[in-house]
């Protein structure tokens, strides 16, 4: 599977929209962008995913540039309880596993 | 969405004896289920892929006959530690993913966790 990057940490103000980047520069024709967030000493959570499009869902939207290479969760309301880790993974069909980068510490601020 | 369970949630043992954590899909079939280890302040980190009916394949580093998985049905795989030792200590995961291999973009489900303690 293609690796991610993202930002280590980021705090963002509470009500406000959070845009939480991730690069995927090697990522392959097929496989998919997913969103997952963790909250302290619990199992990650499914937020979204896309392939070309943009996708959007009560949780959030996920904007996919258009060379794939790059791609933006964003939360348009953000509140105390999205202070989360959360990772950007690329993957493929529904059998394959999913490698978890380091993920980006989002820390909601009053 | 769809709801993957594990059981135990926490769980504190002896040095030297084993533990056994269950995984399973509530709602719907996996035939495909993973274990993930994660320690204080790192990220997830696959051990092995379940399959059901079939034996488990282990991600490098990790020691198949220490770290026992048996996917007996496609709603349930376990996990056990053998003779645990206290550097086994961390938060075991659980994953599934709905559908078949031909379903390519489902999302997977995790379970809550369990925390191992070996004293």
Same mark, same amino acid.
């Given at each position: ?18 845009? +939480?980047?991730?690069? #995927?520069? $090697? ?6 962008? %997913? ?37 933006? +969760?964003?939360?348009? #309301?953000? $509140? ?6 959360? %990772? ?23 | ?119």
């Amino acid at each position: 599977d293609a690796k991610t990057t993202q930002p280590t940490s980021m705090d963002c103000a509470e009500g406000r929209a959070a845009n +939480l980047p991730c690069n #995927h520069s $090697t990522i392959s024709g097929n496989e998919y962008v %997913y969103w997952y967030r963790q909250i302290h000493s619990q199992g990650p959570q499914y937020i979204i995913h896309g392939l070309k499009n943009n996708e959007t869902n009560e949780m959030a939207s996920l904007i996919i540039t258009e060379d794939r290479k790059s791609s933006t +969760l964003i939360l348009p #309301h953000a $509140t105390l309880r999205d202070t989360a880790v959360y %990772y950007c993974i690329v993957g493929g069909a529904a059998g394959n596993k999913l490698t978890f980068g380091g993920g980006t510490r989002v820390l909601v601020k009053p | 969405g769809a709801v993957v369970s594990q059981h135990p949630s926490w769980v504190i043992c002896k040095s030297g004896t084993s533990v056994k954590i269950e995984c399973r899909s509530l709602d719907f079939q996996a035939t495909t289920m993973f274990w993930y280890r994660q320690f204080p302040k790192q990220s997830l980190m696959l051990m092995a892929t379940s399959n059901e009916g079939s034996k488990a394949t282990y991600e490098q580093g990790v020691e198949k006959d220490k770290f026992l998985i048996n996917h007996a049905s496609l709603t349930l795989s376990t996990l056990t530690v053998t003779s645990a030792h206290p550097e086994d200590s961390s938060f075991y995961i659980c994953s599934a993913r709905k559908g078949d291999r031909a379903l390519r973009n489902t999302e997977a489900f995790f379970g809550q966790g369990t925390r191992l303690t070996v004293v």
